[in-house]
C-alpha cells in the first residue's frame, strides 16, 4: 500500500506520525525500550498533544533481533498469533544491551542494533562490519486514512544492487525489486500476482531477512514507493519483525525456521512418482486399474496412485463417502491397490457444501464458521451452498478428523489438502478470532489438524499431505504444491518461479502438477516438464481436462517417463539427504542458485534453474527445439547424464533431445546413487554407486547414505583424493562401487567390509598413472 505522493507529499487524505527521535529510552540488561515522539521535542510544550511511540527491541534467538513499534497499546488483541519460538514476553532472551552516553547497542550474535539518541531517528543493524540496513526518516510509524483506518508502517533501507526475494510461493519475478505486494491468500492460479502460499518474510543478497509478525494481510512496496527501501504495512496499532542475521542465505533460512518451525520429514516412499486420475476427467475403478496396468507394463515404477474429486458425488464436496456409482467397493479397491505396492492418496478440501450430508450435521454442532447473526456462513462458488470448517473449535477439528479416520481405516494413506484461501472476513469464529488475521491463518490450521492426524495414525515420518495454501510456519506440514498452472513453456516457468520463491521463504519440499493443470500440453511440454517434475523434490502426474498418463502424449514421453522415474530412484539416497538437511536445517531440497553461491553475482538472478540437494545443478528445458541457456559457477561441472563437461563461470547454450537436459554435478562432488532402480525405497548402502566428478587433487568429501525410515544413516564414506589416487574409507559392510566420471567413466568394485581402499585417478582432471585399487 502506498501512502505518498513523490518524496515530500503525502496522498490525498492520509496523515502520517513517523518516528523522529529519541525522547527517552528504558535500557534493561537484554532488551531496550525506545519512546518517539513524531516530531521533534524543542521544550515543554512538544510534549503535548503528539503521538509518542513506544518501540521495544529485544532478542529471542541468537542473530536474531525483533522490533515492536505500537502508536496505542490499549487495543484489544484477538488473535491468531504465529507461533514463535522466542517470545519479547519472556523474562530473558538472549541479547545483551550496552550504553555510551547517548549511544544505545542491543548485540545477538554477530548481529547488533545500534541507536544514536542524541540524532533524528535511525536504526542502524550492523553486522560483520557493515550496516546490514537501517531504519530512517519515515522508517517506523504510522498512517491514518480519510476513513479512519490506521496503518502501522516499516521500512528498511536497500543497499545499490541489493536484491529482495521471497515472500512466499509468489509467480511474478523471481526479484522482488519494484513489486508490491500484498500478503493476502488468494485462489488465482500460477499466472497472476495473487499467491496461495503468502509468507511475510523476505531474504535478500546482503546478509539478512525480515518476518513481519502479523499473521493478516501484510503490504509490501519494495523499491515501488521509495525506490531506496522495503516498506511494509498493516492495519493495526503495532507492527513487529525480526531481522535475521545470516550472513549467508542457508543460515538466515536455518534460523528463521527455528523461529516458525522446520519441515517435517516426509516418507520416503513419497520421492517415487505420483499419478493421478486428474480433476473433471471421467473414471471409475476400471479407469483407475487401466492406468496402473499400462504403467506396469510400461515399465514405469508408480508409487502413489491419487483420487482426485470425484471420488465423491459431484455438487456435496465434502461428504468423505466414495461414490457408490463409481467406486462400489472402495476398501476393496484400496486393498487391491495397496497389494499392487502403491500407496493411495485422496482429495479433500475444508469445506461442506450444502446437499453434503455432513452440512446438517455440522450445522447443528455448530461447527461451521458463522456470520454475526448466528447464521451459517454460506456461498455458491466452487461448492452450491457450501460452508466452511471452524477449524478454530476443537470439537470442530475433531469432528472433521474422525470423518477422515475412517478413509484411513478403508487404507488411504495420505492426503490432497486442497484450498483453505478464499476464506471471508465477514464471519465470527469460535475462539474469537480477528476475521481479517484469520483469512491467511485458516489455511494453516486446516493442514495442522489434518496433518497431525496422519502422524498420529501412521506414525512419525509417515505424515504426509499435497498442500496448495500455506503462510509462515506452514512448512511444518509439507509437502506443498504449485497449485493450478497452464499446459504450456510459460506456465512450466512460472511454476519454477514460484516453488524458488518458496524454498526461500522457508518451506523445504515442493511439487508441481506435471505436464501443467489446466488445458492440455502438447507432447514436447509434456516430455519437458516430465523431467523437471521428476527432478524436483516430489513428482505428480495430474491433470484438469486431459489425463496425465504418458502414453497419451506419444511412445516418446513413456521413454522419458520411464528413463527419468528409474534416474529419480537411482537418486533416492541423495534426495533423501537432502530432505533430512531440510527436516534439520531449512534448506529447501530445490534451491535457488544464491543459496548455494551467494558470492556469485549471476545466481542472485537465476530463476530457470537450481540446485537440487548440494551437488546437483538443473536447468530445465524451456523450448521446443530443446535450446537450453544455463549458467555455470567456477569449475568444472559434469553432466551427469552424458559425461559432457563444462567449465565456468560461464553462460552456457546447448540444444538437448528428449532423453537429456543440463543436469550437472558440482565440482569436487560424490553422489550416491543407489543399485535399485525400480522402486524409491530400497537397501541404499547395499551395492551403492558412488560417481565422483571433476574430483581435483586434495579434494574431500563425506558422503552419507541416510536411513529411508526417518532421521539418521545406515552408512558414511569418505572420499579424498592423494595425486593419483582417489582414497575412500567407509564403516559400511556392504559391497559398493566407484565410478569416475560420468555415466561411462572407470568403475571399480569394493569387496564387502569396512576400512579404506585406493583406487587410480582415470579420467578425472589431472589423473595421473597409479595403482589398481586395493582395500587396506
Not at 532423453?659 to 541404499?684: C, E, G, M, N
Request: net charge negative; aromatic share 10%; with cysteine.
Amino acid at each position: 500500500m502506498k501512502f505518498t505522493d513523490g518524496r515530500w507529499l503525502m496522498r490525498p487524505g492520509r496523515t502520517p506520525g513517523f518516528a523522529a527521535e529519541v525522547a527517552d529510552a528504558h535500557v534493561g540488561t537484554d532488551r531496550l525500550t525506545l519512546y518517539a515522539p513524531v516530531r521533534r521535542v524543542t521544550g515543554r510544550g512538544g510534549t503535548l498533544n503528539s503521538p509518542l511511540l513506544t518501540v521495544e527491541c529485544w532478542s529471542p534467538a541468537e542473530g536474531v533481533i525483533g522490533v515492536r513499534a505500537t502508536h496505542h497499546a490499549g487495543s484489544v488483541r484477538r488473535g491468531p498469533e504465529f507461533a514463535l519460538s522466542g517470545s519479547r514476553f519472556a523474562d530473558e532472551g538472549v541479547g545483551k544491551v550496552r550504553r555510551d552516553g547517548p549511544l544505545l547497542e542491543l548485540t545477538s550474535g554477530e548481529l547488533t542494533l545500534r541507536v544514536d539518541s542524541s540524532q533524528p531517528w535511525r536504526l542502524d543493524f550492523v553486522a560483520d562490519g557493515r550496516v546490514l540496513t537501517s531504519s530512517g526518516e519515515r522508517g517506523s510509524g504510522f498512517v491514518t486514512d480519510a476513513d479512519g483506518r490506521h496503518h502501522m508502517v516499516g521500512r528498511l533501507s536497500l543497499g545499490v544492487g541489493e536484491a529482495v526475494y521471497g515472500l512466499g510461493e509468489r509467480f511474478t519475478p523471481f526479484v522482488k525489486n519494484g513489486q508490491s505486494v500484498d500478503v493476502w491468500q488468494a485462489d488465482g492460479g500460477t499466472s497472476s500476482e495473487q499467491a496461495y502460499k503468502n509468507v511475510p518474510f523476505h531474504l535478500t543478497n546482503r546478509g539478512y531477512g525480515v518476518f513481519v509478525n502479523h499473521p493478516g494481510r501484510v503490504s509490501y512496496e519494495i523499491g515501488s514507493e521509495a525506490v531506496g527501501e522495503v516498506q511494509f504495512s498493516v492495519e493495526d496499532q503495532s507492527l513487529e519483525y525480526f531481522l535475521v542475521h545470516g550472513p549467508s542465505p542457508k543460515k538466515i533460512l536455518e534460523r528463521y525456521t527455528a523461529l516458525t518451525g522446520r519441515p517435517a520429514l516426509p516418507p520416503a516412499w513419497a520421492l517415487g512418482l505420483w499419478l493421478t486420475t486428474s480433476f473433471t476427467t471421467d473414471y471409475d475403478e476400471a479407469t483407475v486399474n487401466g492406468f496402473v496396468d499400462g504403467m506396469a507394463e510400461r515399465g514405469i515404477p508408480l508409487s502413489v496412485f491419487h483420487f482426485d474429486c470425484f471420488w465423491m458425488r459431484g455438487h456435496q464436496w465434502c461428504d468423505f463417502d466414495w461414490d457408490p456409482g463409481t467406486f462400489p467397493d472402495p476398501a476393496g479397491m484400496v486393498a487391491r491397490l495397496k497389494e499392487r505396492g502403491l500407496k493411495v492418496s485422496v482429495w479433500i478440501n475444508p469445506y461442506i457444501a450444502q446437499k453434503s450430508p455432513l452440512f446438517e450435521e455440522g450445522r447443528r454442532a455448530g461447527h461451521l464458521v458463522r456470520r454475526p447473526d448466528g447464521s451459517v456462513w454460506q456461498w455458491d462458488m466452487w461448492q452450491p451452498g457450501m460452508a466452511l470448517v471452524d477449524f478454530t473449535d476443537p470439537a470442530a477439528r475433531a469432528w472433521y478428523t474422525g470423518k477422515l479416520r475412517v478413509l484411513l481405516d478403508q487404507g488411504v494413506d495420505c492426503f490432497k489438502t486442497d484450498f483453505g484461501e478464499r476464506v471471508p472476513t465477514d464471519v465470527v469464529w469460535h475462539d474469537g478470532s480477528d476475521p481479517e488475521r484469520m483469512h491467511n491463518y485458516y489455511t494453516h490450521l486446516y493442514n495442522r489438524a489434518v496433518f497431525e492426524l496422519l502422524r498420529e495414525e501412521r506414525g512419525e515420518g509417515e505424515a504426509l499431505l499435497f498442500a496448495r495454501s500455506a503462510t509462515a510456519g506452514g512448512q511444518q506440514y509439507p509437502v506443498h504444491w504449485g497449485g493450478d498452472c497452464d499446459s504450456h513453456f510459460g506456465a512450466m516457468a512460472e511454476s519454477l518461479r514460484g516453488g524458488l520463491s518458496l524454498g526461500l521463504s522457508g518451506f523445504g519440499f515442493w511439487s508441481h502438477d506435471i505436464g501443467g493443470f489446466e488445458g492440455t500440453p502438447t507432447p514436447t511440454v509434456f516430455k519437458r516438464w516430465t523431467q523437471f517434475g521428476l527432478l524436483s523434490s516430489h513428482s505428480r502426474l495430474h491433470g484438469s481436462s486431459s489425463y496425465r498418463v504418458p502414453w497419451d502424449y506419444g511412445e516418446e514421453a513413456v521413454d522419458v517417463t520411464r528413463e527419468f522415474t528409474l534416474l529419480k530412484h537411482r537418486l533416492a539416497p541423495y534426495l533423501q539427504r537432502a530432505a533430512q538437511q531440510a527436516h534439520a536445517t531449512g534448506v529447501p531440497v530445490m534451491r535457488a542458485m544464491l543459496l548455494e553461491f551467494p558470492d556469485d553475482p549471476t545466481a542472485a538472478l537465476l530463476d530457470r534453474q537450481y540446485m537440487l540437494g548440494d551437488d546437483l545443478l538443473v536447468a530445465p528445458v524451456f523450448t521446443d527445439d530443446g535450446t537450453v541457456e544455463y549458467h555455470v559457477p567456477e569449475g568444472v561441472w559434469t553432466n551427469v547424464l552424458t559425461g559432457a563437461r563444462v567449465t565456468g563461470p560461464a553462460w552456457v547454450r546447448e540444444r538437448h533431445d528428449f532423453h537429456t537436459l543440463p543436469l550437472l554435478a558440482r565440482p569436487d562432488s560424490v553422489i550416491a546413487l543407489a543399485a535399485d532402480d525400480r522402486r524409491p525405497v530400497s537397501a541404499w548402502a547395499e551395492d551403492v554407486e558412488l560417481r565422483v566428478h571433476a574430483f581435483a587433487d586434495g579434494a574431500r568429501r563425506t558422503v552419507v547414505i541416510p536411513r529411508p525410515d526417518g532421521p539418521g544413516e545406515t552408512a558414511r564414506f569418505d572420499v579424498r583424493r592423494d595425486g593419483g589416487l582417489i582414497r575412500v574409507t567407509t564403516d559400511s559392510p556392504h559391497p559398493w562401487r566407484l565410478r569416475l566420471g560420468g555415466p561411462d567413466g572407470a568403475l571399480h568394485l569394493a569387496a564387502a567390509g569396512t576400512g579404506t581402499a585406493e583406487f587410480p585417478c582415470e579420467g578425472l582432471p589431472g589423473a595421473a598413472a597409479a595403482s589398481h585399487g586395493r582395500p587396506s
